[in-house]
């Protein structure tokens, strides 16, 4: 695929460790972001669990729920190396994918692939409440 998505944004390169947002934070220019180089640890902190990881690779977008939805930040996302991300504020992220069919296709794939995780854990989780409640 050719990144000819890449656009109407701007490139970033950040430190390992770096905490890009926090979950409960208010999207600050509502950033959307793509991994160009690099690993993002994607961290869930469920209700009465330790938080879990996601580790997403080069070609994943995250960050997309929160600013779409104009909602606080759900998890949490931290650089584990040396990282070259693309954001795009909101209106500069339709205008991307709307020239580039790829830049939705990925966004709508990593969208979903977070889903069947959360749905996983969840349902984890409904099971041994409904267990200990029986």
């Known amino acids: 695929m050719s990144n000819n998505y890449l656009q109407y944004g701007e490139k970033i390169v950040v430190d390992p460790g770096t905490c890009i947002y926090r979950q409960g934070e208010k999207p600050e220019k ?3 972001y ?3 180089a690099g690993l ?3 961290e869930f902190s ?3 669990s330790s938080p879990f990881p996601i580790y997403l690779q080069p070609d994943s977008t995250f960050g997309i729920v929160e600013p779409l939805a104009e909602c606080n930040r759900l998890t ?3 650089a584990m190396e040396k990282t070259m ?3 795009w504020d909101v209106e500069n992220f339709y205008l991307a994918s709307s020239i580039s069919w790829e830049l939705t296709y990925i966004s709508i ?3 979903t692939r ?3 995780i959360l749905n996983a854990e969840f349902g984890e989780k409904i099971g041994l409440l409904e267990e200990k409640y029986r």
């Open 30 to 32: 509502n950033p959307i």
């Open 34 to 36: 793509y991994i160009v």
């Open 40 to 42: 993002i640890k994607i």
């Open 46 to 48: 469920m209700i009465d």
């Open 76 to 78: 949490s996302a931290f």
């Open 85 to 87: 991300l693309y954001r």
């Open 109 to 111: 794939t990593g969208l």
């Open 114 to 116: 977070l889903l069947r």
